[in-house]
């Protein structure tokens, strides 16, 4: 039995640091490498796809932007404002049929911060959870009737921390789905910057698209962290019952992992209060 708790521990220290290994490797993927580039292959073909759309709305956001900026036709009919209507209509197709590059600069700009923070720390070695020599002592000392409520306290922490790490994992793995989305569906806001009264809708695509690439950074940070914190063996009394010690690290250890959780999942809201967005 006392046996069966330690391995059951171990086993969920594992999975966090396996989690947190995917995690590492996920932030420091793009797109194109996520599971093989299949699905960025379909994503470019739908964004590909939509270009035609988005070049029919471009004429139609210009005219309509034409319409609402020109009081006259003989507004239209000077040379500075057709050339500014020129090079509007000019780079508003730029944005649209090259928005795909543009966003994966984008992209990339982040990705180097985030490729930055995980040189400085160390890439891919960030420190392990491991179960503390004095749990692992506490847990052999106590009898089979003494290790029923060990074996209850083992099991309900051992079932929250998993939960934890399947929803940061989750978190994650949404930041991947979100920026598909975005590439996919680009052409569309991005032919809103053809006319001044609807080019608010192409600026807001963009910094929100910039805040998804950011998620990453502040993912990154949060983990190495906590990572450094949790490295940090917990202040345990070996003196204190079995039951007692192994709860306080449970305790613990999901107390800073809930922190955790709740600083991945608000890294879009952090990225937006930080960049202004």
């Not at 932030?27 to 073909?45: C, D, H, K, T, Y």
């Not at 600069?105 to 990705?111: K, T, V």
Request: proline letters at 4%.
């Amino acid at each position: 039995m006392n046996n069966w708790v330690i391995r059951n521990l171990l086993r969920t220290l594992e999975t966090w640091n396996n989690i947190q290994a995917d995690i590492w490797q996920l932030l420091l993927q793009s797109p194109e490498e996520f599971r093989g580039g299949g699905i960025w292959s379909a994503i470019v073909n739908i964004h590909g796809a939509l270009r035609a759309i988005g070049l029919a709305l471009l004429v139609l956001f210009f005219t309509v932007g034409v319409v609402k900026t020109c009081g006259s036709f003989t507004e239209v009919k000077k040379p500075e404002q057709v050339f500014k209507l020129f090079i509007r209509f000019a780079l508003s197709k730029a944005a649209v049929v090259y928005g795909l590059e543009l966003m994966m600069a984008l992209f990339q700009i982040a990705q180097g911060i985030i490729s930055t923070i995980a040189r400085t720390v160390g890439l891919g070695v960030l420190p392990q959870a491991s179960l503390p020599e004095e749990v692992v002592t506490a847990i052999d000392d106590v009898g089979f009737f003494n290790s029923i409520p060990l074996w209850s306290v083992t099991l309900i922490g051992s079932l929250v921390i998993t939960v934890l790490s399947i929803i940061i994992i989750m978190t994650v793995y949404g930041r991947f789905f979100k920026l598909y989305i975005y590439a996919a569906i680009a052409p569309i806001p991005l032919s809103t910057f053809a006319g001044s009264p609807t080019e608010s809708v192409g600026r807001n695509f963009l910094k929100s698209y910039a805040g998804v690439c950011l998620e990453g950074a502040i993912i990154i940070l949060a983990c190495v962290i906590f990572s450094l914190y949790a490295s940090s063996p917990p202040a345990l009394v070996a003196e204190e019952e079995a039951v007692t010690l192994v709860w306080s690290y449970i305790v613990e250890l999901a107390f800073n992992m809930l922190i955790l959780v709740g600083a991945v999942k608000a890294s879009d809201r952090v990225v937006k209060e930080m960049m202004g967005l």
